[in-house]
């Protein structure tokens, strides 16, 4: 699963010794694509865990962002979070 690896990459960067007392941007790419995709198909057949509603963009889009963060170890370290859509 490509989140799972984006997500060990995060933990790996933000543990990493000489980031221990940065504050952290985390950018989460292809918003639009979630928000096109949420409306045939449930985040919950992908993550079991998640208990909000269906074809709704913002609760997913929250539930994602606090799996990143729950990698962060640190509670007093800022981290600036960022839903984008880029195209080329």
């Not at 060990?8 to 694509?33: C, E, G, M, R």
Request: hydrophobic letters at 35%.
């Amino acid at each position: 699963n490509r989140m799972e690896e984006s997500k060990a990459l995060f933990k790996t960067i933000i543990t990493y010794p000489w980031f221990q007392h940065s504050s952290v941007i985390l950018f989460l790419n292809k918003k639009d694509l979630l928000e096109e995709k949420i409306m045939y198909s449930h985040l919950v057949d992908y993550f079991p865990e998640y208990d909000g509603p269906k074809m709704q963009a913002p609760p997913a889009l929250d539930f994602i962002l606090q799996k990143y963060l729950k990698e962060n170890p640190d509670p007093e370290r800022s981290c600036y979070s960022h839903f984008t859509t880029a195209t080329g």
